[in-house]
């Protein structure tokens, strides 16, 4: 009687909504729609047009959420020398990427802005959020996922941060705000690839991400496999007619036929979503299973986008900096010196955090060659204007990646307590103050983030001074 209650309660499962007929751009244009929440589509900040700062905060549970949280406090500290005078790096990000334990902070921030600090605490930091796990299995009300296949346990994880964060604000809200665009990632299961939630990628399955919840969203970013269900989404793929993202234009046959070419996989992932043969439907899990730095698909867009830079708004830019802002801990390698390898989830906790540490490192590796290819894009974009844009040489185009870890910490008793918290979604509120601390620390004792922005605008020379001739009124 139980159960067969828990399935008659009312439960409504938010899905993607098809792309409206006006918001679809002309065959054979750039872009699928017309607008949307994507960067090119925001204004940039009129203090730095040519700057492009990215933010990417890692997976790791609550330990991320507050490292991450932590590092937007020391970026709101650290000012950047612009022509019109100092301003605070946090006010000049260009999008912010999240996965799992890090896309909290990122939604966070960017629906409520400043408002977010000294509140993100209260609202989830400090929150017993493990309770509501329990609740879901041990309280027979919330068991509608055991007897309606519809409805999964991340749904009701989706509703709680809907009440305690979120209420109800969608990706629309975000785009109303401005930049930083806010771009959550989560994993597909059926590909096992990141899926990053940018109107560029629902495009590809010709949804419109303004309708979709912030909730949803994060919710799909943190669906831990075997603990919470898929998040599933709905392709609407032949609403688009047969519409491609024009960057596939500019690929070449040399780099379809390369196997190892990274373009000739940026578009066989996009085709998978672009034939509706093949997926009618995304399972979503947890962005770290793919990507637990929020760095491949953001890559993976730059890649793409270095088809064809042209005299987009991205042949301007003269300096671009990525922020890796990592809170995942160091791995435990006590094993190799003990005969026992301890039970099942330590086991599992051992292979997971190996896969995640070597993964990590390809990533990062991957991104620094992804970079360069954007730059050289650029500044072949930029010289063909001439020598000189905007009265700064033409090559004058720098990329730099940062990666500010936890892990990367100074060895000390201090690291040794911050990497010794665990990655659940309920930890003692001691903690959390120690690791926003170590993560604005992270940003403002960094001496390679202060040499590149004091190197973002060259010395500005001194106006010339002539002599007025004789005889004129400025003379007398």
Not at 376 to 392: D, E, F
Not at 435 to 455: C, K, N
Request: hydrophobic share 40%; net charge negative; glycine share 10%.
């Amino acid at each position: 009687m139980v159960l067969l209650a828990g399935g008659c309660a009312s439960f409504v499962v938010p899905d993607t909504q098809p792309l409206p007929k006006a918001f679809l751009a002309p065959p054979g244009a750039m872009s699928i729609s017309k607008g949307g929440y994507r960067v090119a589509a925001l204004p940039p900040h009129p203090e730095a047009p040519d700057l492009l700062v990215l933010v990417a905060m890692s997976g790791g549970g609550k330990r991320s959420s507050s490292f991450g949280y932590g590092a937007l406090q020391g970026m709101r500290d650290v000012m950047l020398p612009t022509a019109q005078g100092p301003v605070s790096l946090l006010s000049q990000l260009s999008g912010i990427s999240g996965v799992s334990g890090g896309s909290f902070p990122a939604a966070y921030y960017g629906l409520y802005r400043d408002a977010a600090f000294g509140k993100f605490e209260q609202d989830f930091l400090y929150q017993d959020t493990n309770a509501y796990i329990y609740g879901i299995y041990l309280l027979p009300w919330n068991w509608t996922w055991l007897v309606d296949p519809v409805v999964g346990t991340n749904d009701f994880m989706d509703q709680v941060y809907e009440k305690t964060m979120f209420h109800g604000a969608t990706f629309a809200d975000l785009q109303a705000r401005g930049r930083p665009i806010i771009a959550i990632g989560a994993t597909d299961v059926s590909y096992g690839t990141p899926f990053l939630m940018t109107q560029e990628n629902f495009d590809l399955i010709c949804a419109d991400l303004g309708q979709f919840p912030i909730a949803r969203a994060v919710a799909a970013s943190n669906g831990f496999p075997g603990l919470f269900s898929p998040v599933t989404l709905t392709s609407h793929t032949p609403d688009c007619e047969g519409r491609k993202p024009g960057w596939l234009r500019y690929v070449t046959k040399a780099q379809l036929n390369n196997p190892r070419s990274r373009v000739r996989q940026q578009a066989t992932d996009a085709g998978h979503y672009l034939d509706p043969d093949q997926t009618a439907y995304l399972h979503l899990v947890d962005g770290g299973v793919s990507d637990n730095l929020a760095l491949r698909a953001a890559g993976g867009m730059m890649v793409a986008g270095a088809q064809d830079i042209g005299d987009t708004p991205f042949s301007n830019l003269r300096r671009i900096l990525v922020i890796s802002v990592d809170g995942e801990g160091a791995q435990d390698t006590s094993v190799a010196r003990r005969k026992s390898v301890g039970g099942l989830f330590s086991l599992f906790g051992l292979v997971t955090g190996n896969q995640i540490d070597r993964s990590n490192f390809d990533t990062l590796a991957l991104l620094s060659d992804q970079l360069l290819t954007l730059q050289t894009a650029i500044i072949k974009a930029r010289c063909a204007h001439g020598p000189s844009l905007n009265g700064v040489a033409c090559d004058d185009v720098q990329a730099q990646l940062l990666h500010l870890s936890l892990a990367g910490r100074p060895p000390g008793p201090e690291t040794s307590k911050l990497l010794a918290i665990p990655t659940g979604l309920t930890i003692d509120r001691g903690d959390v103050d120690l690791l926003i601390q170590a993560g604005r620390d992270a940003v403002t004792g960094s001496e390679d983030l202060r040499a590149f922005l004091a190197a973002y605008y060259p010395p500005v020379p001194a106006p010339k001074v002539t002599a007025p001739k004789p005889g004129t009124v400025a003379a007398k």
